[in-house]
T-cell receptor, first 110, second 114 residues
């Protein structure tokens, strides 16, 4: 079945770059998303990439997609303490249904 | 900026009681989703509406859960009777019609069943 895997935890120093990784199994995934969730809150859409793209950049965020390896990453440049949150990778195939990973908790140390 | 509204934000109920959650999607969004997020996990889709019709409710425990979107705008998710294992965050999301359209999430309702 469809599955999305993420590492559980990442700790970085303020000002460094953060890279959050995700692997997925459904090769028919057409859209891939990154969401951010702060404690007790809903999910905020950060960015997404279409499956025919390799890279997408949006201000401090860079998304890389390796379709052959079914690997997606989110790079956050100049990470700030306000970036501390849980980051979810999600995939969508033709069914419109989002399949989420379990989330990566990012801790930014001052 | 338009947002998805949900209420209540928090709900504590005893097991075997009935509980209901409400969601108002972004105006003009024909597609509405209810997700359940257990602590430490990603959200899982419970039910998807296209206007007032259910498109996917394959993961909805239909013996105790029901969802409706009578006029194709706001929606209610009900649990009766609630069980301890239903404690979770219930998230509503909406999107424009079409596979490429992003889903926007509300703040969620955190349910605790005691």
């Amino acid at each position: 079945g469809e599955d999305v895997e993420q590492s559980l935890f990442l700790s970085v120093r303020e000002g460094d770059s953060s890279v959050i990784n995700c692997t997925y199994t459904d090769s028919s995934s057409t859209y891939l998303y990154w969401y951010k969730q702060e404690p007790g809150a809903g999910l905020q859409l950060l960015t997404y990439i279409f499956s025919n793209m390799d890279m997408k950049q949006d201000q401090r965020l860079t998304v890389l997609l390796n379709k052959k390896d079914k690997h997606l990453s989110l790079r956050i440049a100049d990470t700030q303490t306000g970036d501390s949150a849980i980051y979810f990778c999600a995939t969508k195939a033709s069914s419109y249904k989002l399949i989420f990973g379990s989330g990566t908790r990012l801790l930014v140390r001052p | 900026e338009a947002e998805v509204a949900q209420s209540p934000r928090y709900k504590i109920t005893e097991k075997s009681q009935a509980v209901a959650f409400w969601c108002d999607p972004i105006s003009g969004h024909a597609t509405l989703y209810w997700y359940r997020q257990i602590l430490g996990q990603g959200p899982e889709l419970l039910v998807q509406f296209q206007d007032e019709s259910v498109v996917d409710d394959s993961q909805l425990p239909k013996d105790r859960f029901s969802a409706e979107r009578l006029k194709g705008v706001d929606s209610t998710l009900k649990i009766q009777p609630a069980e301890l294992g239903d404690s979770a965050m219930y998230l509503c999301a909406s999107s424009l019609q079409g596979a490429k359209n992003e889903q926007y999430f509300g703040p969620g309702t955190r349910l605790t069943v005691t």
